[in-house]
């Protein structure tokens, strides 16, 4: 077993009200006991982040289940007859599965968004959030146990003021902070200068009966830097802060030991910062903290989830007035330009429009990294694979007409994206994988359950209001943070990219990989190609640069996994 229930004694309170009552010690035979009696409905009593599994000797079949909303990794593969589980890839690899790269998937994770289910890895799976794998000796099966179900546009929603949906909310997310201070041993908190956060701190505080310690971490570069804002939050909260300076120097000497410990991509080194991150709370003697994550995926917290909100929820707004709100959600949002906002040509995208009504803005910004990412494919790659470029193949596996018909766009598109970024790439590059790389538990309060499964029933106007997204987070712990971070807009945790410092050690280190035998021996980009872009960087603007750097960013993520694993073509 793998993860935090906030001990078992929680477990039983989780019940509600089953006579039942746990007898046994150990964490195993705790896990038998539940499954022996309740069997698979024992998945919707568990509160907190886990993998699981577990093998049922009378029927002689094994059950293996993973969190909501995949916080904890759990990985599968079939071979010589043979069923292999495990939280790691490589551990599979070990264990005698064949290190062979997915082709396919490769060209969905670098042009659109990785599949929740598949790996860029062949014949290697993942069991998806919210999902639990039953297999027998000759049958395995994949099923869903839980998902975000936001109400029908015309559902009757509750009439609520303002007030009370930030009462209901401050509710559910003080006890999902409060139960994972529940610990042994020291607990600590990642803050960034963000709201979600600074939400966290303030919260915990309440509830910690010593000073918290802040772990912090800050660049040089001013557009990246949050540890001013921090710090002004850690004083009014009473926090111990703890800062740790990331330097470009840092980001090149352990890139490769990042990327092989969260073993899929990245378009920007915040993940290797967060990597050294967990080392500096391991060496400061923590083993768990309780992070932000989730927020931004329930509340709108990025800016393309409010430009989905200007374009297709104008009612009763006046057309001139969205404009103007478009072009100064571009004008300052710079650093999130072909990450979190379109940049450049689109792809097409028809499809997606068929199916969905409407495209998502996060898509269309995908697509446009699409479009960057098609001339640099080596010329058989890109006839293999470039027709597919638009269909997301992810929405094979979405019910359509089951979760989103109906639904507010908004909606569509956190649900869409929660399938998508969740999983796949915030709690892996930014969450579990790097915090487990030095064996720091980390426990995410915005993904408590019951916390979500508010959220997703309270309108979508509490999740953004005009320019102000996750509204009613803001109004709920207006007390506990402050002024600052109270007016500030969200802004993606992001480490300064590359080539914007053309003279530093990781720019260096981008260079030296991608014009060298690394990157040829990648049977899916044309070297050519690609050095052609690196020599044009230097004569672009900051911002066509930093959405370019990202492209950068996958193949080096690609050649790193290359060399650490020895995949084969």
Same mark, same amino acid.
């Given at each position: 077993?793998?993860g935090?229930?906030?001990?078992?004694?929680?477990?039983?309170? &989780?019940?509600?009200?089953? =006579?039942?009552?746990?007898?046994t010690? =150990?964490? =195993?035979?705790?896990?038998?006991?539940?499954y022996e009696?309740?069997?698979?409905?024992?998945?919707?009593?568990?509160?907190?982040e886990?993998?699981?599994?577990?093998?049922?000797?009378?029927q002689?079949?094994?059950?293996?289940?993973?969190?909501?909303f995949?916080?904890? !990794?759990?990985?599968?593969?079939?071979?010589?007859?043979?069923?292999?589980?495990a939280?790691?890839v490589?551990?599979?690899f070990a264990?005698?599965?064949?290190?062979?790269?997915?082709?396919?998937?490769?060209?969905h994770? +670098?042009?659109?968004?990785?599949h929740?289910?598949? /790996?860029?890895?062949?014949?290697v799976?993942?069991?998806p959030p919210?999902?639990?794998?039953?297999? *027998?000796?000759?049958?395995?099966?994949?099923?869903?146990?839980?998902?975000?179900?936001y109400p029908?546009?015309?559902?009757?929603?509750?009439?609520?003021?303002?007030g009370?949906?930030a009462?209901e909310?401050r509710?559910?997310?003080?006890?999902? +902070?409060?139960?994972?201070?529940?610990a042994?041993?020291p +607990?600590?908190?990642y803050?960034?200068?963000?709201?979600?956060?600074?939400?966290?701190?303030?919260?915990?505080a309440?509830?910690?009966?010593? !000073?918290?310690?802040?772990?912090?971490?800050t $660049?040089?570069e001013?557009a990246?830097d949050?540890?001013p804002?921090?710090?002004?939050?850690?004083?009014?909260a009473?926090?111990e802060?703890?800062?740790t300076?990331?330097? #470009? #120097?840092?980001?090149?000497?352990?890139?490769a030991?990042?990327?092989?410990? =969260?073993e899929t991509?990245?378009v920007?080194?915040?993940?290797?910062?967060?990597?050294?991150l967990?080392?500096?709370?391991r060496?400061?003697?923590?083993k768990?903290?309780?992070t932000?994550?989730?927020? %931004? &995926?329930i509340l709108?917290?990025?800016?393309?989830?409010?430009?989905?909100m200007?374009?297709?929820?104008? %009612?009763g707004?006046?057309p001139?007035? +969205?404009?103007?709100?478009?072009?100064?959600?571009?004008e300052?949002?710079t650093v999130?330009r072909g990450?979190?906002?379109?940049?450049g &040509?689109?792809?097409?995208?028809e499809g997606?429009?068929?199916?969905?009504?409407?495209?998502?803005?996060?898509? &269309?910004?995908?697509? *446009?990294?699409?479009?960057k990412?098609?001339?640099? $494919?080596?010329?058989?790659?890109?006839?293999?694979?470039?027709?597919?470029?638009?269909?997301?193949?992810?929405?094979?596996?979405?019910?359509?007409?089951g979760?989103?018909?109906?639904?507010?766009?908004l909606h569509q598109?956190?649900y869409?994206?929660s399938? *998508?970024?969740?999983?796949t790439?915030i709690?892996?590059?930014?969450?579990?994988?790097?915090?487990?790389?030095?064996?720091?538990?980390g426990r995410v309060p $915005?993904?408590?359950?019951?916390?979500v499964?508010?959220?997703?029933?309270?309108?979508?106007?509490?999740?953004?209001?005009?320019?102000?997204?996750?509204y009613?987070l803001?109004?709920?712990?207006?007390?506990?943070? /402050?002024?600052?971070?109270?007016?500030?807009?969200?802004?993606p945790?992001?480490? !300064?990219p590359a080539?914007?410092? !053309?003279?530093?050690t990781?720019n /260096?280190?981008?260079q030296d *990989?991608l014009?060298?035998?690394?990157?040829?021996?990648l049977? $899916?980009?044309?070297q050519?190609?690609?050095i052609?872009?690196?020599d044009?960087?230097?004569?672009?603007?900051?911002?066509?640069?930093t959405?370019?750097?990202?492209?950068?960013m996958?193949l080096?993520n690609?050649?790193?996994?290359?060399?650490?694993f020895?995949?084969?073509?």
């Open positions: 077993m793998n935090e229930f906030y001990g078992f004694e929680a477990i039983q309170r &989780e019940l509600e009200g089953r =006579s039942h009552r746990l007898r010690k =150990s964490d =195993s035979e705790i896990a038998l006991h539940l009696d309740f069997g698979l409905q024992c998945l919707h009593h568990l509160r907190g886990f993998a699981l599994l577990l093998w049922d000797e009378t002689r079949r094994l059950i293996a289940a993973r969190d909501r995949g916080i904890k !990794p759990l990985f599968y593969a079939w071979h010589e007859d043979a069923l292999y589980l939280s790691e490589k551990a599979l264990a005698g599965v064949p290190a062979r790269w997915d082709h396919e998937n490769v060209f994770a +670098v042009t659109m968004s990785k929740q289910a598949r /790996t860029l890895y062949d014949g799976f993942e069991i919210g999902h639990f794998l039953l297999a *027998t000796e000759k049958h395995l099966q994949v099923n869903q146990y839980w998902d975000f179900n029908k546009a015309e559902a009757a929603i509750p009439k609520r003021t303002d009370e949906y009462a909310f509710h559910e997310l003080e006890e999902a +902070v409060r139960i994972r201070l529940r042994d041993v +607990v600590g908190v803050l960034s200068g963000g709201l979600d956060s600074c939400s966290v701190l303030g919260l915990a309440k509830h910690h009966p010593e !000073p918290i310690r802040a772990f912090t971490l $660049f040089r001013v990246y949050e540890g804002i921090a710090k002004e939050m850690a004083a009014l009473g926090a802060f703890y800062p300076a990331i330097r #470009q #120097q840092d980001l090149a000497d352990h890139f030991d990042a990327i092989a410990q =969260s991509l990245c920007n080194a915040h993940g290797v910062a967060k990597y050294l967990s080392r500096a709370v060496d400061a003697g923590y768990v903290v309780i932000g994550e989730g927020s %931004d &995926e709108g917290g990025y800016a393309h989830f409010r430009r989905d200007l374009l297709y929820n104008r %009612d707004q006046d001139e007035e +969205v404009e103007r709100m478009m072009a100064w959600l571009d300052h949002n999130s990450l979190l906002l379109p940049d &040509e689109i792809g097409p995208l997606v429009k068929r199916i969905l009504g409407y495209v998502p803005s996060w898509i &269309e910004t995908f697509s *446009t990294r699409a479009v990412m098609r001339p640099l $494919f080596a010329p058989d790659f890109r006839a293999r694979y470039g027709p597919l470029e638009g269909k997301y193949c992810f929405l094979d596996d979405i019910d359509v007409r979760q989103l018909a109906g639904r507010d766009a598109s956190l869409l994206w399938k *998508t970024a969740l999983s790439y709690l892996t590059m930014l969450g579990d994988r790097m915090e487990m790389a030095h064996s720091i538990e $915005f993904l408590d359950h019951k916390l499964e508010l959220v997703v029933s309270q309108p979508a106007n509490q999740k953004i209001r005009g320019m102000r997204e996750k009613v803001r109004e709920a712990v207006k007390d506990v943070i /402050t002024d600052t971070v109270y007016l500030r807009q969200k802004h945790f992001l480490s !300064p080539t914007l410092n !053309p003279d530093d990781f /260096t280190y981008v *990989t014009r060298g035998k690394a990157l040829a021996s049977p $899916f980009f044309d050519k190609r690609v052609e872009l690196l044009r960087m230097p004569g672009m603007d900051e911002g066509a640069r959405a370019n750097d990202q492209v950068l996958l080096v690609m050649c790193v996994l290359q060399e650490r020895g995949l084969a073509a």
